[in-house]
């Protein structure tokens, strides 16, 4: 399957978890050492968190049962397996929805807080509410044929595929004009803070370090669009053909696994890039306003601290060294002064005799 297999789904399983933990811990501190108030993108950012966490360990472990990652080209086991892909499918389309949909208005906040000042009823005011109301009802709307794609029978969707045809709309339209919609609300978004960075009261080098800042959407962009390619691949090809072709690679078309493994790839990447996104200013403005001084003085004091240290390890050494030297002398003086004593002594027997 490519790069597409166990080993890189546990891997985006992982790695986009813990740089979602790491970038809310940055989030947590900026506000609680800056002093600043609780803005609606730090509340809304909290869930998006969340729920890319709980997506992460569901590919992490879906992975590791072998329900995604790999093929299920096997006739024996293809209908258990199908039904595991199913309703682990069913469980991962409504978290994606509601992830990237508080992703999104995470973002579309912190440009409001950003941008909007004091004034009201400008044209950035009315954009950013519109973009707002659409988020929100392309989160509703997905989120509510997510959950009723079958109607009030969604096991209908992984019980078998003339179930699913049968019974439930069609999933692959629904969720190839999901990833439409979403591509088309992502450039939005990206367009919208490059246009206002030219109105603000700021130096042009400042100006080029925001713009900068906010063109790392610019990787949601592009990902989006790579989740959006394998649907719109499988929706207009023949799925009646035995074999169907999803980003350069072909697959036959039994192998669900292996076609439901690459865009479930796309898709968690562009949930985890999403994020990062939506933290990228509020880190950075962190990060800005961190002093390295502390820091930079400790390394230039670190070449003098070893070598105070050596000093202090070699003075002990020295002065266990001058011992025998000084025992030496003590002896010699201790010899001197018996020898003394004795001629004294031998003087006065001497001088008794005489007497």
Same mark, same amino acid.
């Given at each position: 399957?490519?790069?597409?297999?166990?080993?890189?789904?546990?891997?985006?399983?992982?790695? =986009?978890?813990? %740089? +979602? #933990? /790491?970038? !809310?811990?940055?989030?947590?501190?900026?506000? $609680?050492?800056?002093?600043?108030?609780?803005?609606?993108?730090?509340?809304?950012?909290?869930?998006?968190?969340?729920?890319?966490?709980?997506?992460?360990?569901?590919?992490?472990?879906?992975?590791?049962?072998?329900?995604?990652?790999?093929?299920?080209?096997?006739?024996?086991?293809?209908?258990?397996?199908?039904?595991?892909?199913?309703?682990?499918?069913?469980?991962?389309?409504?978290?994606?929805?509601?992830?990237?949909? =508080?992703?999104? %208005? +995470? #973002? /579309?906040? !912190?440009?409001?807080?950003?941008?909007?000042? $004091?004034?009201?009823?400008?044209?950035?005011?009315?954009?950013?509410?519109?973009?707002?109301?659409?988020?929100?009802?392309?989160?509703?709307?997905?989120?509510?044929?997510?959950?009723?794609?079958?109607?009030?029978?969604?096991?209908?969707?992984?019980?078998?595929?003339?179930?699913?045809?049968?019974?439930?709309?069609?999933?692959?339209?629904?969720?190839?004009?999901?990833?439409?919609?979403?591509?088309?609300?992502?450039?939005?978004?990206?367009?919208?803070? /490059?246009?206002?960075?030219?109105?603000?009261?700021?130096? $042009?080098?400042?100006?080029?370090?925001?713009?900068?800042?906010?063109?790392?959407?610019?990787?949601?962009?592009?990902?989006?669009?790579?989740?959006?390619?394998?649907?719109?691949?499988?929706?207009?090809?023949?799925?009646?053909?035995?074999?169907?072709?999803?980003?350069?690679?072909?697959?036959?078309?039994?192998?669900?696994?292996?076609?439901?493994?690459?865009?479930?790839?796309?898709?968690?990447?562009?949930?985890?890039?999403?994020?990062?996104?939506?933290?990228?200013?509020?880190?950075?403005?962190?990060?800005?306003?961190?002093?390295?001084?502390?820091i930079l003085s400790r390394l230039r004091s670190l070449p003098s601290s070893?070598?105070?240290?050596?000093?202090?390890?070699?003075?002990?050494?020295?002065?266990?060294?001058?011992?025998?030297?000084?025992?030496?002398?003590?002896?010699?003086?201790?010899?001197?002064?018996?020898?003394?004593?004795?001629?004294?002594?031998?003087?006065?027997?001497?001088?008794?005799?005489?007497?």
């Amino acid at each position: 399957m490519g790069y597409v297999n166990p080993r890189s789904m546990s891997a985006i399983g992982v790695l =986009f978890p813990i %740089l +979602t #933990i /790491l970038s !809310l811990a940055v989030r947590i501190y900026g506000w $609680r050492h800056q002093g600043r108030k609780l803005g609606v993108d730090d509340i809304l950012v909290l869930p998006a968190g969340i729920l890319t966490i709980a997506a992460g360990v569901g590919i992490v472990v879906a992975t590791q049962l072998h329900i995604i990652g790999g093929h299920n080209t096997q006739a024996t086991n293809m209908v258990e397996e199908s039904v595991k892909l199913g309703i682990f499918e069913y469980a991962f389309w409504i978290t994606h929805v509601l992830a990237i949909g =508080f992703i999104k %208005l +995470t #973002i /579309l906040f !912190l440009l409001r807080h950003v941008f909007k000042g $004091r004034s009201y009823s400008t044209a950035f005011d009315y954009t950013n509410w519109i973009l707002i109301t659409l988020v929100i009802l392309w989160t509703l709307v997905f989120l509510f044929f997510d959950i009723f794609a079958c109607g009030t029978t969604p096991q209908a969707s992984w019980e078998s595929w003339s179930s699913l045809r049968s019974a439930c709309i069609n999933t692959f339209g629904l969720q190839t004009g999901c990833a439409v919609f979403s591509w088309v609300l992502d450039i939005a978004i990206f367009v919208e803070p /490059l246009i206002m960075i030219r109105t603000l009261n700021m130096s $042009r080098a400042r100006k080029v370090q925001s713009s900068l800042v906010f063109l790392s959407s610019g990787f949601a962009v592009i990902v989006g669009l790579l989740r959006l390619i394998p649907w719109i691949q499988v929706l207009i090809q023949d799925i009646t053909h035995p074999t169907i072709k999803v980003l350069g690679t072909t697959f036959p078309i039994s192998d669900q696994q292996a076609i439901i493994s690459i865009v479930l790839f796309w898709t968690y990447i562009e949930i985890g890039v999403g994020f990062l996104v939506a933290c990228v200013p509020r880190s950075a403005w962190v990060l800005d306003k961190l002093s390295l001084d502390p820091i930079l003085s400790r390394l230039r004091s670190l070449p003098s601290s070893i070598s105070l240290i050596k000093k202090k390890q070699q003075s002990p050494q020295k002065g266990r060294g001058m011992e025998p030297n000084l025992g030496s002398w003590e002896s010699l003086a201790q010899r001197k002064e018996s020898f003394g004593q004795n001629s004294d002594n031998v003087e006065l027997v001497g001088a008794r005799d005489q007497v």
